[in-house]
């Protein structure tokens, strides 16, 4: 029985911090993913910014300049007609790249790639665009590798859950063993045995209760036990005359065989 209550004890700590966890574990996962896609945003209109400033306001007759590169992204410059003039990315601007083209940065997704591109200004007027793109699926990969991460975590911290819960639970369920053995005992007739305290109040006071009703029980009975010590000592007291009368005739008729044993059984 008492292996039920530590396996339901066990089973409600468990659940309580799997409900926890989960509460927890998805909106973080939700936000790890913002974060990454927005720290990605940052980065690619970074590498736009470092790269417009990089090209003269008439880069159409200028020699390529170097934009900024990495294994990852693509930055490539187009002129106001969305015409790839170096760097990379396609040979023709996508419509982020037009819009870039009436003076606002522009982002968004295409092509499976994030995209960020940043108008090139000169004297108040758009002469070109640099757009920076990065594969969505390179981001994703961050994304998961994050959540595998936030997963481990949470599987660790769920397992030291589980031992601590089954710790608490023999904890709990101990003295609640050790009344079930004193009240067995009680059952088999010994009402001396005592339930022992516990530093569990609720369990203690059980304890209390059971070891008053045993007291009260012990009390009541008193009066059967000395009735019966008086009815045993006085059972004792006449077999004893009888068995001292039989054995005395029985010596008279082994002396005296015309005894007449008849009297003495009488």
């Keep these: 029985m008492m292996e ?9 700590a468990v659940a309580a911090v799997a409900i926890a966890l989960l509460l927890f574990a998805v909106p973080l996962a939700v936000i790890v993913r913002s ?5 990605e945003r940052h980065e690619l209109e970074a590498a736009a910014l470092q790269g417009a400033v990089r090209i003269d306001p008439d880069f159409s007759h200028d020699e390529p300049v170097e934009l900024p590169h990495n294994s ?15 760097g990379l990315g396609p040979a023709t601007g996508d419509n982020i790249v037009r819009q870039a083209a009436t003076g606002s940065v522009a982002e968004g997704q295409a092509g499976g790639e994030l995209i960020v591109a940043v108008p090139v ?12 793109a990065q594969p969505v699926q ?17 599987a660790a911290a769920f397992g030291v859950a589980v031992l601590v819960a089954r710790r608490q639970a023999r904890h709990l369920s101990a003295p609640l063993e050790a009344l079930a053995a004193t009240s067995e005992q009680i059952a088999a007739g010994d ?30 009975h008193e009066p059967e036990r000395h009735f019966t010590a008086n009815a045993s000592h006085q059972l004792r007291t006449l077999l004893t005359g009888l068995q001292l009368g ?10 005296d065989p015309a005894f007449d044993l ?5």
């Design 246 to 255: 039989l054995e005395a005739a029985r010596e008279q008729a082994a002396r």
């Design 35 to 39: 974060a990454l896609f927005d720290d």
């Design 262 to 266: 008849r009297p003495a059984l009488q």
């Design 121 to 132: 200004t000169s004297r108040e007027k758009v002469v070109g665009v640099v757009r920076a």
């Design 138 to 154: 390179v981001i994703w990969t961050r994304v998961v590798l994050a959540w595998l991460a936030l997963t481990a975590l949470a």
């Design 4 to 12: 039920g209550v530590r396996e339901r004890i066990v089973q409600v």
């Design 191 to 220: 009402l001396t045995v005592r339930a022992e305290r516990s530093g569990i109040p609720e369990i203690g006071r059980l304890a209390a209760t059971h070891n008053s009703m045993v007291d009260k029980l012990d009390d009541n």
């Design 72 to 86: 990852d992204q693509q930055v490539g410059a187009y002129d106001v007609s969305s015409r790839l003039r170096f």
